[in-house]
């Protein structure tokens, strides 16, 4: 079983949907972050977690440190949102291990 | 700032020949990661660098993969030699210091090994 969960593997919306990606992690972490991968292979980090919510434009990112549990959501989708959005844990101060990702796609 | 700069981009070599990845982080970070990503095993850690020493290379899957970090500016990842299983993409990402908030990442090296 992979320490770091990601649901669903595949995603397809359209428009203007409401978005939301989950992750599920089995060990014990410093802190959660979401990245973006768009089709040109580029990484970009979208945040940063250890407790709580985060809010970036029509990006939302929670996180239950209990459940060991965090969602990123997306309003308002959009075309251009289509992407591999990749939940990743900080173990310890620096390392990051990754879940297989989330491919969304947006239809217009 | 120009950004984490990776090269090659792409990468085509025969089994057997030695590959070098280059990598260049952001200026003033002080910790620089390697990862590979690969369809079956998604993105995986190889080895990070604080100030230029290596700290984890747990990851480093064979000792025919080696990677140094000579200064702040410059870091290598090596393959020798090289094999079909080693085709992937090569990320290099920078962090200011190891209590960081947002990883930069690099475009990424696409390799491929025939």
């Known amino acids: 079983k992979n320490e770091v969960e990601q649901s669903p593997q595949n995603l397809t919306a359209q428009e203007g949907e409401f978005i939301t990606i989950n992750c599920s992690y089995s060990?014990?972490?410093?802190?959660l972050h979401w990245l973006q991968q768009h089709p040109g292979g580029g990484i970009v980090s979208l945040f940063m977690?250890?407790?709580g919510k985060k809010k970036h434009g029509r990006l939302i990112a929670t996180i239950n440190i209990q459940e060991k549990h965090s969602s990123l959501h997306i309003t308002a989708s959009h075309p251009r949102d289509s992407a591999v959005y990749i939940c990743?844990?900080?173990?310890?101060?620096?390392?990051?291990?990754f879940g297989q990702g989330t491919r969304l796609t947006i239809n217009p | 700032d120009a950004g984490v700069i990776q090269s090659p981009r792409h990468e085509v070599t025969e089994m057997g020949q030695e590959v070098t990845l280059r990598c260049k982080p952001i200026?003033?970070?002080?910790?620089l990661f390697w990862y590979r990503q690969t369809m079956m095993r998604g993105l995986e850690l190889l080895i990070y660098?604080?100030?230029?020493?290596?700290?984890?290379d747990s990851g480093m899957p064979e000792d025919r993969f080696s990677a140094k970090m000579p200064n702040a500016s410059f870091s290598t990842l090596k393959i020798q030699p090289s094999e079909p299983r080693d085709s992937a993409v090569y990320f290099c990402?920078?962090?200011?210091?190891?209590?960081?908030?947002?990883?930069?990442f690099g475009q990424g090296t696409r390799l491929t090994v025939v």
């Open positions: 990402a920078s962090t200011p210091g190891p209590a960081y908030t947002e990883a930069f």
């Open positions: 060990v014990g972490i410093s802190a």
């Open positions: 977690l250890s407790s």
């Open positions: 990743a844990v900080k173990q310890g101060a620096q390392k990051l291990v």
């Open positions: 200026s003033g970070h002080n910790s």
């Open positions: 660098f604080n100030n230029n020493v290596p700290i984890d």
